[in-house]
Each structure stands twice: as C-alpha cells, then as structure tokens.
C-alpha cells in the first residue's frame, strides 16, 4: 500500500514537470488540460482544439495554443462589469 502511494507522488511529480515544456505529446496534455483521452481525440479530429501532425501519426500541442484555447469564452465577474459599468457612466455623463 505504500508503494503504491510513494508510486503514485512519483507519477504526479513527473507530470509538474512537463509544465515547463513548449510542445506536449497527447498524454501530456491530457494531464496538463484534465480532459479525457476519447474527448481530446475527439476534438483533434474534428479540428476543434490546435495540433500538429508532423509525421501524420503522433499528434503534437503547443501549449501557448493550448493556452489560448483553454481559456477562450472567458466570462467577466460581476465586479468587472459593476466597474466597467461606472467607468462608462463617469464618461460618458450627460451636462
């Protein structure tokens, strides 16, 4: 029991490490992302995430593309829009 607990520290260890990495292989950004083997594959063949496929086999992500397409659709707090909303009422006050 033990080894498995010391086994498994080791595996999440070696998984922190490929942060400082550029370009990840598929399991890599499976644990960089959290999202599944099957819904990765599925959003590579369907295009809808950024891959490389430099020898047609081995799939390749950038995580700087990765990134960027984690965090597109960003919603803004309430507090955002509260101060966005008075900025733009001090701008734009009717004399």
Same mark, same amino acid.
């Given at each position: 029991m033990n080894n498995l607990l010391i086994l498994e520290r080791l595996d999440r260890i070696e998984r922190l490490? #490929?942060?400082s990495k550029e370009v990840l292989t598929f399991e890599e950004t499976c644990d960089? #992302?959290?999202?599944s083997r099957s819904y990765l594959y599925k959003l590579t063949a369907s295009g809808n995430i950024p891959h490389s496929k430099p020898n047609g086999k081995m799939i390749f992500f950038e995580k700087k593309k990765i990134n960027a397409w984690l965090l597109q659709n960003s919603r803004k707090s309430n507090d955002e829009i509260?101060?966005?909303a008075i900025a733009y009422s001090f701008r734009n006050k009717r004399r």
């Open positions: 490490l #490929t942060v960089y #992302t959290g999202i509260e101060s966005e």
